[in-house]
Nanobody, 120 residues
């Protein structure tokens, strides 16, 4: 059974920085793409950033230049470094992974989410 566990969400002041982490565990053969999505109250879940196994990245326009996604393939971990945070970054942040379990095919998995609140 695969699990994605996020950590690092908290209350931070506008202009501040925060680092989110997500660890994938289970009988994982390979994680092709890892990413972060977020959902603010009353809004749909949206892409924040993704990163491939080889390190290619995609960012939402709203976070370009402020957020950096990275991953450690040996540890099945993805990070999201967030800086210059704004109140509109407030949301539940979800980890996402497209991965292959031993003896199976690629599937998509989600973490349980971690709350990020940007407020003074």
């Amino acid at each position: 059974q695969v699990q994605l566990v996020e950590s690092g969400g908290c209350l931070v002041q506008p202009g501040g920085s925060l680092r989110l982490s997500c660890v994938a565990s289970g009988s994982i053969f390979r994680i092709n793409v890892m990413g972060w999505y977020r959902q603010a109250p009353g809004k749909e879940r949206e892409l924040v950033a993704t990163i491939t196994y080889g390190g290619s990245t995609v960012y939402a326009d709203s976070v370009k230049g402020r957020f950096t996604i990275s991953r450690d393939n040996a540890r099945n971990t993805v990070y999201l470094e967030m800086s210059s945070l704004k109140p509109e970054d407030t949301a539940v942040y979800y980890c996402n992974a497209h991965l292959i379990v031993f003896g199976s095919y690629e599937r998509q998995y989600w973490g349980q989410g971690t709350q990020v609140t940007v407020s003074s």
